[in-house]
């Protein structure tokens, strides 16, 4: 069975900063991963897809790397924002036909401004 | 513009009593979701559809039924509400090969069952 960690669950850093989100998953038979924004009381806004064969993903100021064979994937934030305050999701979808995505439960992101 | 939309967003019901939240994408994705998100626990899936009339399981099915009737519909019914029902639940939806596709999430609704 697939697990998704996220650590840690709450990071506030001051402006300007870069920093980096961890996820790791136990079931490297993964088809892509994707990190998504959740903000109080929204749905879910997809940031970046890495597929299984991919190594890296840019959007911006992000940046995902995915290394499979170790069950990890990092989230960076160049330059953060306050905008950039949000609950940030990683999700491994890994059960091809289900199409289902096991998500962590979340890093809570503060940036002080 | 393309979105999933979900209705109602926030529901306040009492335990028994029969709902249906719905769920609507404007993209022609053949798959669609639902999720439930609870603290601690993150999001699980409950139901998913590959396709028109082609449902199935996900994690944690019990107490909820799904009907997959026109594509663009993926309704959730709770036939008998109760409290640990209580969750954000969201629906989710893509385009086949979910290798390759991105999953597409509505704002969510918010349920509470007294």
């Known amino acids: 069975k697939q697990e998704v960690t996220q650590i840690p669950a709450a990071l506030s850093v001051p402006e300007g900063e870069n920093l980096v989100l961890n996820c790791s998953f136990t079931d490297s038979a993964i088809y892509n991963l994707q990190w998504f924004r959740q903000d109080p009381g929204k749905g879910l806004t997809s940031l970046l897809l890495?597929?299984?064969?991919?190594r890296e993903q840019t959007s911006g100021r992000l940046n995902a790397s995915l290394d499979k064979s170790s069950g990890r994937s990092t989230l960076y934030i160049a330059a953060s924002q306050p905008g950039d305050s949000a609950t940030y999701l990683c999700a491994v979808c890994s059960n091809f036909g289900n199409e289902k995505l096991t998500f962590g439960t979340g890093t809570r992101l503060t940036i002080i401004p | 513009e393309a979105q999933v939309t979900q209705n109602p967003r926030y529901l306040i019901t009492v335990t028994g009593k029969k709902l249906t939240v719905t769920c609507s994408q404007n993209m022609n994705h053949e798959y669609m979701s639902w999720y439930r998100q609870d603290p601690g626990l993150g999001l699980r899936q409950i139901y998913y559809s590959m396709n028109v009339e082609v449902t199935d399981k996900g994690d944690v099915p019990e107490g909820y039924k799904v009907s997959r009737k026109e594509k663009r519909n993926f309704p959730l019914i709770l036939e008998s509400p109760s409290p640990n029902q209580t969750s954000l639940y969201f629906c989710?939806?893509?385009?086949?090969?979910?290798?390759?596709?991105?999953?597409?999430f509505g704002p969510g609704t918010r349920l509470t069952v007294t």
């Open positions: 989710a939806s893509s385009l086949l090969l979910g290798q390759l596709y991105e999953q597409y």
């Open positions: 890495i597929q299984s064969s991919q």
